[in-house]
Nanobody
Framework: QVQLGESGRGLVQAGGSLRLSCAAS????????MGWFRQAPGKEREFVAA????????YSADSVKGRFTISRDNAKNTVYLQMNSLKPEDTAVYYC?????????????WGQGTQVTVSS
């Protein structure tokens, strides 16, 4: 079982920046990647970005490419999401999740989520 805990929630103005962190503990080896997902009010949860634990390869959704950067610290079992040039449409609850790299789908372990609000 993987336990995940997100931090970094905040309210920022459009154009601002925020960094989210996700600390993983437990059987992280069962997942070859970690991903960030988000869910806006009234919308389905969507993929944001993922990073492969061992290679460090990353993949991001088109909507955030060039603005969001995912990174990891293997020694700390922590994954980060640096969000720049934030837009009001980025407002959502952000979740980290153990992710299968081949499919970019979550494998079942989710954090509790952290709220990001971007004001116009």
């Amino acid at each position: 079982q993987v336990q995940l805990g997100e931090s970094g929630r905040g309210l920022v103005q459009a154009g601002g920046s925020l960094r989210l962190s996700c600390a993983a503990s437990g059987r992280t080896f069962r997942s070859n990647a970690m991903g960030w997902f988000r869910q806006a009010p009234g919308k389905e949860r969507e993929f944001v970005a993922a990073i492969h634990w061992s290679s460090g390869s990353t993949y991001s959704a088109d909507s955030v490419k060039g603005r969001f950067t995912i990174s990891r610290d293997n020694a700390k079992n922590t994954v980060y999401l640096q969000m720049n040039s934030l837009k009001p449409e980025d407002t959502a609850v952000y979740y980290c999740a153990a992710t299968e790299w081949a499919t970019m789908r979550p494998t079942g372990s989710w954090g509790q989520g952290t709220q990001v609000t971007v004001s116009s």
